[in-house]
């Protein structure tokens, strides 16, 4: 199998990338943009900005991929308040350029979108854990650039017959994510804590959120499942199937600490809208694919905490 990955410089491609090489022994050609950096030993790597249509087709006449992963994306939701229009430029423009270079070529590759369980948005307490049908009530820019994408991916499917399916991936962390996400965040800040560089105060935003987190290497086996045993025009969410607080997930954070740490909310780190809770229903995946999450949150958080203990010596 050769699969391409589109955006393969950002926090999941890495993991996506040692997952297909090295426990499935797929060829692997990965995108990334000109400025981004990306060298793994049997992975080519070409240079790719999703809004340049031109460049798409002729990477993909090149490749031939059996299969395309696309992950690239302005993937922030607090960004996305900021830059709305660069979110819907890369996340809707960028996403039909590509859908469309893949039309135009004389077959037919499987091409997985990556979406976010934040397409669903409001969600009533009677529609949690939330099924793939259910009502979109997208509740940021980028929920509603995702849930777009969706949509496009599936009018795609349909019109031109094309091998499309989606995911809806919810929160997911690990290591070497950008500390803009939630759990990064608070471990960066308890290794400087730590570290003796900032005073004993963590400062969070809204605690009371309860989101359904999964470790990314979790995440990444479900996308190849779903590339082997996903049915063609269907969308699938990806989580643990189980929603925790950030409270209790900042409780397990500081449990880890060396230190004791206060806590303070900043009020620059509350968002305008915040969904109250978002926990996925995992049936279909399962059912399509027999995937299970394995790793405990502790062990994410115990990974997560160790690598920024070692990047902010
Ligand atoms: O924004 P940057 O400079 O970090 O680059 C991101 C890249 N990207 C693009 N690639 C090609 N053409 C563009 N116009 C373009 N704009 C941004 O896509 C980054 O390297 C990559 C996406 O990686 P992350 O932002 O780290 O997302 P992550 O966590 O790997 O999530 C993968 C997918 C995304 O579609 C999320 O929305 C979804 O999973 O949850």
Request: glycine share 6%.
């Amino acid at each position: 199998m050769k699969v391409l990955i589109i955006g393969a410089a950002g926090f999941v491609g890495n993991y996506l990338i040692q997952h297909l090489m090295n426990d499935l022994h797929w060829t692997v050609v990965a995108t990334k943009l000109p400025q981004e950096k990306l060298s793994i030993e049997g992975v080519v790597v070409y240079d790719l900005d999703i809004l340049n249509p031109e460049s798409i087709c002729d990477l993909l006449t090149d490749i031939r991929p059996d299969a395309i992963l696309h992950l690239a994306a302005q993937s922030s939701v607090a960004l996305s308040w900021k830059n709305p229009a660069l979110t819907i430029d890369i996340n809707i423009k960028g996403s039909i350029q590509v859908l469309d270079s893949i039309r135009t070529l004389n077959y037919k590759p499987r091409i997985l979108l990556i979406g976010s369980g934040e397409e669903y948005g409001h969600i009533l307490p009677e529609e949690s854990p939330i099924k793939e049908n259910n009502l979109l009530r997208p509740g940021n820019i980028y929920a509603a650039t995702k849930a777009c994408q969706n949509m496009l991916g599936k009018i795609y499917a349909d019109a031109y017959q094309m091998d499309i399916l989606s995911v809806r991936a919810f929160n997911h962390i690990g290591p070497n994510q950008a500390p803009l996400f939630v759990v990064a965040d608070f471990c960066r800040q308890v290794a400087q804590i730590e570290a003796g560089l900032l005073p004993p105060v963590l400062h969070v935003g809204n605690l009371s959120a309860a989101r359904d987190f999964s470790d990314v290497r979790d995440v990444v086996r479900a996308y190849a499942l779903l590339i082997q045993h996903g049915v063609s025009g269907e969308t699938y969410n990806v989580g643990n199937g189980h929603a925790i607080t950030i409270e209790h997930i900042l409780q397990k954070i500081l449990e880890q600490s060396a230190v004791p740490i206060q806590v303070q909310v900043d009020p620059n780190r509350l968002r305008p809208i915040d969904v109250p809770i978002i926990e996925a229903d995992i049936t279909k995946l399962r059912q399509c694919t027999g995937w299970e999450p394995e790793i405990p949150i502790e062990q994410t958080i115990t990974d997560v905490l160790n690598y920024w203990r070692a990047s902010v010596k």
